[in-house]
Each structure stands twice: as C-alpha cells, then as structure tokens.
C-alpha cells in the first residue's frame, strides 16, 4: 500500500506539480488551505505526511501547524514546509514545532524535495519497525 501525503497549497500549478511528482510512488490529497485540510483530516483521515505552505487564505500554515501540533491524533504525522518566506522568518520553525521535518525555501528542486520526502518516509518506518 502506497504512503499518503497530504498536499497544502493555494497554488493550483503548485498542487499539480507536487501531485505529479509525488504522485508516481504516493497516494497524494491535495487541498487548496488550512480549512479544507482539516475539513479532509476530521473525517477520519490520516496521511503519512504533510507538505504545507504558509501563506493561504481561510486557516494558513501557521495556525495548521499550531492545530496540528496541540493534537494528540495528528502532533506526531511529520511535516514539509514550503514557504516563500525569507529563511530567517521561519528558521524556528522545526523548534518550535516537533513535527516540522523540512523546511524548503520557494523556489525548490523537485527532486530535491522527492528525496526528502522519502527519507522522511523510510525514517518514519524505521522508528515504527523498532
């Protein structure tokens, strides 16, 4: 069964590419904001990942980081930002939330971030082998 990843961006080109991308060795949801995401995520859903941006209309990546991390259901589910940010605005980020795996700056190298996302993965599998 492939891994989950949910994709949140209000990007549409966005979305397509990191569906295309991902999609190959993912399942992959994609959403256009925080508030369709958390919509998809308390319908009993659960990805094995999440890739977010920051800035969305509706609920934004902070205030999903903020929801995610005050959840026991979804505190532990890592997560990839994607952020158009300047990297000394959302350098904390991975301190201040234990479930940011990756930050990476916009413009990124998708195959950079396929890498990523699969070391995140295999490194997810390992800890819940042991």
Do not use: C, H
Not at 5 to 31: F, H, Q, T
Not at 82 to 89: D, I, P, T, Y
Not at 106 to 128: A, C, H, R, W, Y
Request: charge should be negative; charged fraction near 20%.
């Amino acid at each position: 069964m492939k891994k989950k990843i949910l994709i949140i961006d209000d990007s549409m080109p966005m979305r397509y590419l990191l569906e295309a991308v991902l999609g190959k060795e993912y399942s992959v949801v994609s959403a256009p904001d925080g508030l369709v995401a958390m919509t998809w995520l308390l319908k009993g859903n659960k990805p094995d990942l999440i890739i977010t941006d920051l800035q969305m209309p509706n609920i934004d990546g902070w205030e999903l980081l903020d929801y995610l991390s005050g959840s026991y259901l979804y505190q532990e589910i890592p997560v990839i930002v994607l952020s158009g940010f300047f990297a000394e605005k959302i350098n904390d980020l991975s301190t201040r939330y234990n479930s940011v795996r990756q930050v990476v700056q916009k413009p990124f190298d998708p195959m950079q971030l396929m890498s990523k996302v699969g070391f995140i993965l295999n490194e997810q599998l390992t800890i819940s082998a042991v």
